[in-house]
């Protein structure tokens, strides 16, 4: 059974930084391409950023060279590095898994296991 379990988000100023965390049990971690992805009030829910089983990587052009997606191996764990914030970063964060490849499921945004979401707020 695939689990996700989420920590870290909350609430910083504009330019701080936050990492979220994604906790996956082994076969999801080994075998599934892990995304984060986002979504704010009145917006659709968009793929921030994901990584392959195999450590490829993509970041959505509004938070490449800002955000970092990255995995310890030896945790079972996703990261996500934010760092210089902007308002516009404010949304909930999800983790999500798939067995699709990196680009299917960036192409598509669909992920079949998701991870509870969290909130992240960048105030002015």
């Known amino acids: 059974q695939v689990q996700l379990v989420v920590s870290g988000g909350g609430s910083v100023q504009t330019g701080g930084s936050l990492r979220l965390s994604c906790s996956a049990s082994?076969?999801?971690?080994?075998?599934?391409?892990m995304g984060w992805l986002r979504q704010a009030p009145g917006k659709e829910r968009e793929v921030v950023a994901a990584?392959?089983?195999?450590?490829?990587?993509y970041s959505e052009d509004s938070v490449k060279g800002r955000f970092t997606i990255s995995r310890d191996r030896g945790k079972h764990t996703v990261y996500l590095q934010m760092n210089s914030l902007k308002p516009e970063d404010t949304a909930v964060y999800y983790c999500?898994?798939?067995?699709?490849?990196?680009?299917?499921?960036?192409?598509?945004?669909?992920?079949?296991?998701w991870g509870q979401g969290t909130q992240v707020t960048v105030a002015t």
């Open positions: 999500a898994a798939d067995h699709k490849t990196l680009l299917g499921t960036v192409a598509t945004g669909r992920y079949a296991y």
């Open positions: 082994e076969e999801a971690f080994k075998n599934y391409t």
């Open positions: 990584i392959s089983s195999r450590g490829a990587t």
